[in-house]
C-alpha cells in the first residue's frame, strides 16, 4: 500500500504548492487591480496556464507509466510536453515590463511579475522531474539526465523564439514554415548571431543550475517518505 500511498501523497503535495503559488500570483494582480483600476498584467494569466499545461502532462504520463502504458503513447506525450515546456521558464522574461507599465510602483509590479515567474519556473522544472524520473526508470539514470539537461537546453531556445520572433508552441502545428525557416536560417549561420548564443548559453545554465536544486531536494523528500515508510512498517 505504501508503494502507492507515499508517491500519490508527494504529487499531491506538490500540486498543491503549486496551486498556492498561483493564487499569490492572481492575489497580487487583484490588488494591482484595485488600486490602479486596469488589468494591464492580465496577459500574464494566459502565460501561466501555458506554464500548466506540460505539469498537467507531465502527471498524465506518470499516471500511464504506473500503469504501464506502451512506450508510444509515453512518447507521443513526451513531444506533446516538450513543445510547451518552454513556456513554463519563459514567464521570467516578463519582468522586460518591470516598470514600462505605469500605476504601481516598480517594486510592486516586480514582485507580482515574480510571483508569477516564480511559479511558472517550478511548475516547468516539476513537470522536468517527473518526466525525469519515468526515463530513469525505463531508460537509466544516463537517459534521464540526457533528456533533462537535452529538454532544458532546447527550452532556452524556445524561450527565445518566443520572446524575440514571437513564435508559439502550437506554431508547430499552425505555422510550421515559418517556424523551419527560422530554425534553417540560424543552422546556416550558427555564429551569425552572437545574441541568441549567450541567451541560450546563460539561460540553459539557469535552468540547469535551478534543477539541480530542484532534483536534490525532492531526493531529500524521497529519503524522508521512504524513512517514514520503515518507521510504520510499510
Do not use: C, K
Not at 506540460?54 to 512506450?71: E, H, K, Q, S
Not at 513531444?79 to 517594486?107: C, E, M, S
Not at 529538454?151 to 524561450?159: K, N
Amino acid at each position: 500500500m505504501s508503494e502507492t500511498f507515499w508517491p500519490v501523497l508527494r504529487l499531491t503535495g506538490l500540486t498543491a504548492l503549486l496551486v498556492g503559488g498561483s493564487l499569490v500570483a492572481a492575489g497580487l494582480h487583484a490588488i494591482r487591480v484595485d488600486r490602479v483600476g486596469e488589468p494591464a498584467f492580465a496577459f500574464l494569466f494566459w502565460n501561466l496556464f501555458l506554464a500548466w499545461v506540460p505539469y498537467v502532462i507531465a502527471v498524465v504520463m506518470t499516471a500511464l507509466d504506473r500503469a504501464r502504458a506502451p512506450g508510444w503513447v509515453l512518447g507521443a506525450l513526451g513531444v506533446a510536453w516538450l513543445l510547451f515546456l518552454p513556456n513554463a521558464p519563459y514567464i521570467l522574461t516578463d519582468f522586460i515590463h518591470v516598470g514600462a507599465i505605469p500605476g504601481a510602483p516598480r517594486w510592486f509590479d516586480a514582485a507580482l511579475i515574480g510571483a508569477f515567474a516564480g511559479t511558472g519556473l517550478l511548475l516547468g522544472l516539476a513537470s522536468l522531474l517527473l518526466v525525469h524520473h519515468m526515463v530513469a526508470r525505463r531508460a537509466g539514470p544516463l537517459a534521464g539526465w540526457a533528456l533533462a539537461v537535452g529538454s532544458l537546453a532546447l527550452s532556452s531556445l524556445g524561450i527565445y523564439l518566443g520572446r524575440f520572433p514571437r513564435f508559439n508552441s502550437w506554431d508547430v502545428v499552425t505555422n510550421p514554415d515559418g517556424l523551419v525557416r527560422i530554425i534553417l536560417m540560424r543552422l546556416a549561420d550558427p555564429w551569425g548571431n552572437p545574441f541568441l548564443l549567450a541567451f541560450a548559453v546563460t539561460m540553459t545554465l539557469g535552468l540547469v543550475g535551478s534543477y539541480l536544486v530542484t532534483w536534490f531536494l525532492g531526493q531529500m523528500l524521497v529519503r524522508r517518505s521512504v524513512g517514514r515508510v520503515a518507521q510504520y512498517g510499510g
